[in-house]
């Protein structure tokens, strides 16, 4: 096996593993905060339903957090075996943020948790509740410090260069970095959608079994409220996070519109075919002008294609589907939860809406993912941008070593998986209990 | 200021796997341990370490990733070399984790599997931690002999997780599981006593820089100490695990004996952080980063300590079954 085949199977193994993890804080970011809110229902109106509801939840976090701690360990390992030149060469930067997301944010929300899943008869209403709190913030504090370092390998700044590695000049500067205001307050979003879909598909589920349910009614309301509120601000922000990247990473956004060449009053390509070979898109349908329309606010604009990037520019494929799913799901997510809050608000939900929401319970674990593929997939080549080329970062382990262990990781993260499906749909089947 | 930043973090990330290795070390040691009991009982063996075992596990992600952002040059080396068990470690740890959170929710088989997987994970991940050091403190050499002694290492700090386990249980659960308790207490102490004399005495052989250090006159005699105090334990602890003895001091004595060992292991390796190739000055992260972290390290962790004193607090006592309040 050459080293070309052991660099994708490193790229592939890291990347499988780092889709599985985010899975799991995307969720539990954002249900956190929900939990919250259902323990402080139940401390003020002293509803066993509402306390019913916060224990069924309670337990679908510890489980979604379990897989998320133990996919992350992984993750603490393969940072410095999978790419040891990474660490040679932005570790000054890259390792304290680390170094801070576990001071401050890891031990925070797994002792914290101890505390809500089985302290409830053990400490007062009070601190119990500030359990919650601390477990939610750990989850968003957490979020803050990766996606600061996710940030500034998409956008580098406030680094001084000694030597061979930077080091960091302006500690602020690294953390808000020019995209970083935006990606993390869309990744809270995607979570806070992610969790509210979740619950509100989960309940629906139960719903179908039971239609009398009071908890599950309740938490489909919450639920769908919750997104219909969330989704067309994550539109706007969405937006705002694209304009950004225009700006700093302007391949990015002209693999994601598959514009080829530099061009005035670029179309809006809705759907083809990106064709590597011969650099245009096969099957195009279009929208004449609109892209420069949206990215530029004028129909004349010019926008730089991907000629002007050769041959440092991302693969067109992977980031032209990835966006249209993401932005479809988001679309689809906007449609279901504005209907579906109009037709709860009218009284007993139809069947067919609660197989609606049982559907999409996943749609946000959909749309984050593709999104995720979007931005680190469009950085390449570069692992920090402009700074440290992936292949560049690659370490020594053998193809043998990684062949064997990705194999090893497909197949416990494959019966993980099974696992958390089929017992997370059983208990919230079998519906809160008190 | 003139700190030696990479001898204070080289002493923080000897105190997060000191507490990792105690910690988690504890609950690898109920899981091992679970097939020796009843189904009622298992499930308050769980129901013991139920608050805990995340944030045990987080010291691992505390010590890697200091290994990581302190020392980032020695972290490659290592986990390289290291790379296969650590997989094994990593699988084993996933598995116990999830099994964790399975079993409780599972029915039937599904219950019984997960137990398994359980018991499996704890196993695994106890013994890839152990072979992991034993490679370590040999300088990863290679030669059938080195294999060995790795696998000496694994077996023996299976023991030594028994023990912690056991104790552990000694504590926390009364009755008939106490009983049993204190019977897998004893045969965790005679097989960590057989580990422990086994590779002490294959250490100086494997490893000339171990050899040079313990055995200096007139030094030796002072470093006497640390062994001697671990025999101390080792009898205190199987002195204690008389009924009649307070509950606390099986544990107590366990733990004394992992930090003598661990102290004794660190005099050994001082200054390198790998063994015979790389010191903590030569493979430290750029002071810049050091210092940044410094403040961190010194404002967060006092009060990582504070609230997990707080979390054992809270859950003092002895377990009575039912996981979920």
């Given at each position: 096996m050459d080293a070309a085949e052991a660099f994708i199977l490193a790229r592939t193994q890291f990347g499988l593993n780092i889709a599985f993890h985010i899975l799991f804080p995307s969720l539990t970011i954002g249900l956190g905060w929900f939990l919250l809110y259902f323990r402080v229902r139940y401390e003020c109106t002293k509803d066993a339903a509402w306390l019913a509801t916060y224990k069924l939840w309670l337990k679908i976090f510890a489980l979604s957090f379990a897989m998320g701690v133990v996919s992350g360990i992984v993750m603490s390992f393969q940072f410095?075996?999978?790419?040891p030149g990474y660490m040679n060469k932005v570790g000054a930067i890259a390792g304290p943020l680390l170094a801070y997301e576990v001071l401050t944010a890891f031990f925070l929300e797994a002792t914290f948790l101890g505390i809500m899943l089985f302290g409830m008869n053990r400490v007062p209403g009070w601190m119990h509740i500030f359990s919650s709190v601390m477990v939610a913030a750990g989850t968003t504090l957490s979020a803050f410090w990766i996606l600061a370092l996710n940030s500034w390998m998409q956008t580098p700044a406030g680094y001084v260069v000694a030597g061979n590695q930077l080091i960091a000049g302006d500690w602020l500067a690294v953390i808000f970095n020019p995209s970083f205001p935006y990606r993390f307050t869309h990744m809270l979003l995607a979570s806070g959608l992610t969790a509210a879909f979740a619950i509100a598909g989960l309940s629906a589920w139960r719903l179908l079994y039971e239609p009398s349910d009071r908890s599950a009614t309740r938490t489909l309301r919450v639920g769908a409220l919750v997104a219909a509120v969330l989704v067309p601000v994550q539109i706007f922000v969405g937006d705002l996070h694209g304009l950004n990247t225009l700006h700093h990473e302007p391949a990015k956004i002209a693999a994601i519109e598959g514009i080829w060449k530099t061009e005035k009053s670029a179309p809006l390509v809705l759907f083809a075919v990106p064709n590597e070979e011969k650099r245009r898109n096969d099957y195009a349908i279009e929208i004449p002008k609109v892209a420069a329309l949206i990215l530029t606010?004028?129909?004349?604009g010019e926008l730089r294609g991907l000629d002007d990037f050769e041959p440092d520019r991302p693969t067109v494929a992977p980031l032209f589907f990835g966006f249209r799913i993401m932005v479809g799901t988001g679309v689809s997510m906007l449609l279901l939860s504005w209907f579906g809050v109009w037709r709860l608000r009218r009284g007993e939900p139809p069947r067919a809406l609660l197989w609606m929401f049982s559907a999409f319970t996943f749609s946000g674990w959909i749309a984050t993912l593709a999104g995720w593929l979007v931005t680190e997939i469009g950085r390449q080549p570069w692992l920090v941008t402009g700074i440290l080329r992936t292949a560049d970062a690659?370490?020594?382990?053998?193809g043998a070593e990684l062949g064997a262990s990705l194999t090893v990781y497909v197949l416990t993260y494959s019966l993980m998986l099974l696992a958390y499906f089929v017992v997370i749909t059983h208990m919230a089947g079998k519906g809160a209990q008190a | 200021m003139t700190l030696d930043l990479p001898v204070i973090f080289a002493a923080l990330m000897g105190i997060a796997i000191l507490a990792y290795v105690v910690l988690d070390g504890y609950d690898l040691g109920v899981g091992m341990l679970?097939?020796?009991?009843t189904t009622a009982q298992q499930d308050l063996m769980v129901a013991s370490i139920g608050p805990f075992w995340d944030a045990n596990e987080t010291w691992l992600v505390l010590g890697i990733g200091l290994l990581l952002v302190a020392f980032p040059a020695a972290h490659g080396i290592v986990l390289g070399a290291l790379y296969l068990p650590v997989t094994a470690m990593l699988i084993g740890l996933m598995l116990r984790g999830v099994a964790f959170e399975f079993r409780v929710k599972a029915q039937g088989w599904h219950a019984e599997l997960w137990n398994w997987f359980f018991w499996l994970g704890s196993f695994l991940a106890s013994l890839a931690q152990g072979f992991m050091l034993g490679r370590y403190v040999t300088g990863f050499e290679s030669g059938a002999g080195y294999w060995l002694f790795a696998l000496l290492v694994g077996a023996s700090l299976c023991g030594g997780y028994v023990l912690l386990g056991a104790t552990w249980l000694v504590l926390r659960t009364e009755g008939e599981l106490q009983q049993k308790a204190r019977a897998w207490a004893r045969w965790g102490i005679m097989w960590v006593a057989l580990g422990v004399a086994l590779v002490s005495v294959a250490t100086p052989w494997m490893s000339e820089m171990v050899r040079d250090k313990w055995f200096d006159f007139p030094r030796t005699l002072w470093l006497m100490a640390l062994p001697a105090a671990s025999v101390g334990a080792g009898i205190f602890v199987w002195r204690s695990l008389r009924p009649a003895a307070a509950d606390w001091k099986p544990f107590a004595g366990a733990v004394t004996i992992y930090v003598t060992a661990f102290t004794g292991l660190a005099y050994s390796i001082f200054p390198f952080v790998v063994v015979d190739r790389l010191t903590i000055w030569e493979a430290a992260a750029h002071p810049s980063a050091l210092q940044f972290m410094f403040w961190g390290v010194v404002i967060v962790l006092p009060c990582i300590a504070g609230y997990t004193v707080f979390a054992y607090r809270v859950f003092r006592g002895k377990v009575k079954g039912g996981l979920y309040e």
């Open positions: 410095g075996t999978n790419w606010h004028d129909a004349n690659a370490g020594k382990i053998t | 679970m097939p020796a009991a």
